[in-house]
C-alpha cells in the first residue's frame, strides 16, 4: 500500500470529547470514523488489524475442533420468546416489526439461534460433543457508549457455543476453551490478561470467568489478592462477603476504600485490592437452560433421551483491539504487536523528489511485497518530522528510514516503532535483515511459524 | 474435518417449499437452516464455501487497488436524509428508533456511508482515485424470499464504491473493475456468466451493467441477439423500443412472445430471443448524485474544488453461492468448483470397522491435511450407498475410497465428483495423485498458482 492513495487524514490535535488514548489515536490515525452515537465504520488500517484478529480467533477456535457457521443478525422474536428472554431482555435489544407484521430483533447474543440450528441436527450421543462459533456483527443498544471500539453499540463478536452430553464433559471442554482464550490473548499481545470468576447475570448457568485485561481505563472491578491466587468480580466478591454492603452510588474511590479493609474470602488474609479491568472475554457454563427451554434433547448411549449441556464462550473483537491499543503505546501512537500490526512494515522515503530516494525506495517496497510482508510505503512529498509522526500514528512493529545521506553509504536505517532497537543495514541486506525482526517479533507472541 | 462430529443431518427426500435445486440441496445437505422467511443460519459447509469466495473476491478487489473497509449495519435516518433516499427508498429497508428516539436504519446498500466516510479525508486531487469496499452483511425486508439463498432478506454483500476526479477517470476505472469481476465469476466457476447493459433504477448514474447466469429458474429477463452482440434486460430493451408496451402482468411465455417479434436495436435483425438470468453482480457509474447530495468536495490541480464522480460495484454473495450450486449440479447434488467446494477431497472409508481400511483411511486423511489440503473424512460406520449419496450431497470435487477389495491390491479408488475421471492409484502415491487432479481442476478455473 502506498500512503498517498490510503484514503484518511491524520490529524495532529487531540479530537474533542474523546477521553481514550485507543479512542483518541484510533480518530487521529483514521483508523475509524463516527457515524452515530457507538457506532463507527472501520477505513482500512482498523480492518486488516481486525481481520487479523478474526484469524487468530479462527485458528485457536478451530483448533479445539470448532465449526464455523453463521447465525443471521436479524431474527424473529419468537425464537426469543422459547427462553423468555424477548420479555427480560431490556432495551439495550433492538426490536422492531418487519413489512409482514412480524416481531423481529438484532442478535446482541446467540445462544437462542445455536440451540435453533443444533435442534434436530445433533440428536445420537454419538454427534456430541461439538463446538459451533460465528464472527459476526452485534448490536446492542447501549446508553453510555462514548468510548470509541471499546463499548460500541454495533461490534464485530466471536461466540462460540459446545454442546455436551453430559455435566463433566461439558467442564472439561471449558478448561479446552479456558486454554484457546490464553492462546489467543497471547498472540494478540496481551499476555497478561487475567481470568477471572464472574457472576453469569443474564446469561443463566453457573460457573463462568471473565477475561481482564488490568486497566485504569477499564469499567469494571476486580478484587485481587497479592496473599493467594484469589481474582473475582466485584459483584463475586460482594456475594462471597455477605456483610458487605455496597451501594451502586458509590465512587471507585469509595468502594476501593470499603473493600481494601475486607478480608481474603480464600486465604483470610488482609492483602486485597481493587484494580480496574476492561472484560475481553467470557466463558460461560450454561448448563441445560438453554436445551431446557426450547426443548433440544438427544438419545444417550442407552436409548434415553435427554437435555444437552451447553457452554457459550464470547470474545469482542473490536473491544480486543482497542484494549490491545490501550496497552501498547507512547504519546506518539500505537505500539502494535506485529500479529495485529495493519502492515507489519513501514517504508519512510525521506525526500522522496531525490532520485536516489525514490530508486531505492521503491525496490525495497517491490521486494518486500514480492516476498508476502505487510508493508506500507510512505511515498509523499512531506517533511521527515510529519512523515515519523504519522508512522507513529500508524504504529508498524518494523520501520524503514531511506534517505540520501544513508545512501551515500550505502545504507538504510532500520528501527522497531518501540525504538528499543536500530540497526543500519546495507541496501542489499535490507529484506534479510527485516524479516528476521519480523520473526523475532512473531516470537515473542509464542507463534509457531 | 470427521464427517462423524459435522453438525448436520443429511435428509434423502426433497423438503416442502423447496423449488430450487439449489436450495434443495442445501437443506437436505445441511448447508442451511431457516430461521424466518428469507433468514438462513449457515452450517460450516456454506460457511467454508462462503469464505471461499469472500476471499476471491477480496483478491480481486486488492488486485485493482480496492482498499477494505467497514461500514455499519445499523446507521441513522440523518445520513439517509441528505440524499432524500429516507423518504424514497419503501418498505424493503427496515427503520426501527433506538433508546434515545432516533430514527436509525438497516444497510441494504452503502453509499450515503461510503460518502460519509470519504467525505473531509479526501480532499486533494492527489488522493485520487481511489476504491473502498467492504465484505458486510445487508438486509433487505424483500416481499419474496422462497427461493433460499438466491433471494433472501439477510445477506452478505460484497460492495465497492470508486472515487474519482473526471467522469473520464471513473469510465476507466468501470471497465478495470468490469475485468475484475469476469475474473472473479472465472475463478468461482461461472465463466459463462454474460454482462448486460441494465437499468440503474433506485441507484441514479446513467451507465450500469449487470452479471448474468443465464438460468432457468432466474428471476431476470434478458434480450440477446444471436446475429451481433446486443444483450440487455428487458426494462433497457423496452426503453430502447417506445413503440413497445408490456404491461406488468404478462407471464414470462407472453412477454418472449411479445419481444421475439421485435427488431434488434442493434443490428435491426430479427435475431432476439428472451432468456431468463439470476443477477449476481452489478456495476453502476453513478456520477455526482451521491457527492452533490452530501457536499463532498475536492480541491483540483487549480485550487477548483470539484464534486467527485463515483461509481459503485456490488456482488452477492449468498447469491453467488447459490447460483453456482444452480450451474453445477447432478441429480444427487452440487458439483462444487474446486475453489469454492467445502472440501477438496472427500474420504470415504468403506467398512471403517476393518482393521486395514480403518490405518490406511487415518493415514491417509492425517497426510492430506498435513500437506494442508482441504479434507473430509467419512468415518462414520455405515453402508456405502449411505456414504456416496452424502459425498454427493457435499459436492467435494475429488473423491477418495478406501475399501478393503482395493485394498488387496495395494491400492485405492480416486474418483471426481462429475465422475469424468477414475483412477486406481498406489496407495503410497494418493497424496501426490491427488494434489495433481487438485492443481488440474484450478487451472480449469484459471488460477495462477
Request: proline share 3%.
Amino acid at each position: 500500500m502506498k500512503l498517498s492513495k490510503l484514503l484518511g487524514k491524520n490529524l495532529r490535535e487531540k479530537p474533542s470529547e474523546c477521553f481514550l488514548q485507543s479512542n483518541i489515536f484510533m480518530i487521529r490515525g483514521s483508523y475509524i470514523k463516527n457515524v452515530a452515537s457507538g457506532i463507527f465504520s472501520l477505513f482500512l488500517p482498523a480492518k486488516k488489524s481486525i481481520r487479523k484478529i478474526e484469524n487468530i480467533i479462527r485458528e485457536e477456535m478451530n483448533n479445539i475442533n470448532g465449526q464455523e457457521v453463521l447465525f443471521p443478525v436479524v431474527m424473529p422474536a419468537t425464537l426469543w420468546e422459547e427462553t423468555n428472554r424477548y420479555s427480560t431482555v431490556g432495551n439495550e435489544m433492538i426490536r422492531f416489526k418487519d413489512r409482514n407484521d412480524s416481531n423481529m430483533v438484532l442478535g446482541m447474543t446467540h445462544e437462542e439461534a445455536a440451540v435453533h440450528l443444533a435442534k434436530g441436527v445433533a440428536t445420537s450421543y454419538i454427534q456430541y460433543p461439538f463446538m459451533i462459533y460465528q464472527i459476526q456483527t452485534k448490536v446492542r443498544d447501549e446508553p453510555r457508549s462514548r468510548a470509541g471500539l471499546i463499548r460500541a453499540r454495533e461490534f464485530t463478536m466471536k461466540d462460540a457455543y459446545s454442546f455436551h452430553v453430559s455435566k463433566n464433559d461439558l467442564e472439561k471442554y471449558y478448561e479446552v476453551c479456558h486454554r484457546a482464550y490464553e492462546r489467543i490473548f497471547e498472540r494478540v499481545g496481551l499476555r497478561e490478561a487475567i481470568s477471572i470468576q464472574s457472576d453469569s447475570g443474564v446469561m443463566g448457568g453457573s460457573i463462568s470467568h471473565e477475561f481482564m485485561l488490568l486497566s485504569d481505563v477499564g469499567e469494571d472491578k476486580i478484587v485481587i489478592c497479592k496473599n493467594c491466587n484469589y481474582k473475582a468480580n466485584i459483584e463475586v466478591f460482594v456475594k462471597n462477603n455477605t456483610s458487605l454492603q455496597l451501594n451502586d452510588g458509590l465512587s471507585f474511590e469509595e468502594t476501593v476504600e470499603i473493600i481494601n479493609g475486607c478480608k481474603c474470602p480464600a486465604c483470610e488474609s488482609k492483602s486485597i485490592y481493587v484494580s480496574r479491568g476492561i472484560e475481553i472475554g467470557n466463558i460461560f457454563q450454561l448448563g441445560q437452560k438453554y436445551t431446557k427451554d426450547m426443548d433440544m434433547k438427544f438419545v444417550d448411549e442407552k436409548g434415553e433421551s435427554k437435555f444437552p449441556y451447553m457452554g457459550c464462550y464470547g470474545i469482542g473483537v473490536g473491544r480486543l483491539y482497542a484494549s490491545i491499543c490501550e496497552a501498547h503505546n507512547d504519546n506518539y501512537g500505537p505500539i502494535w504487536p506485529i500479529s495485529v500490526a495493519p502492515w507489519e512494515v513501514h517504508i519512510c522515503a525521506l525526500r522522496i523528489d531525490n532520485k536516489d530516494v525514490k530508486e531505492v525506495s521503491e525496490k525495497i517496497y517491490n521486494t518486500l511485497k514480492s516476498d508476502h510482508l505487510d508493508v506500507v510505503f510512505d511515498d509523499r512529498n512531506s517533511s521527515a518530522g510529519e512523515m515519523f509522526a504519522d508512522a507513529d500514528l500508524l504504529g508498524a512493529p518494523i520501520r524503514i528510514i531511506i534517505s540520501a545521506r544513508n545512501l551515500n553509504e550505502n545504507k538504510v536505517e532500520i528501527i522497531t516503532r518501540d525504538k528499543s532497537e536500530k540497526i543500519f543495514a546495507q541496501v542489499d541486506d535490507t529484506l534479510e535483515t527485516v524479516k528476521k525482526m519480523i520473526s523475532k517479533e512473531y516470537k515473542k507472541l509464542n507463534f509457531n511459524d
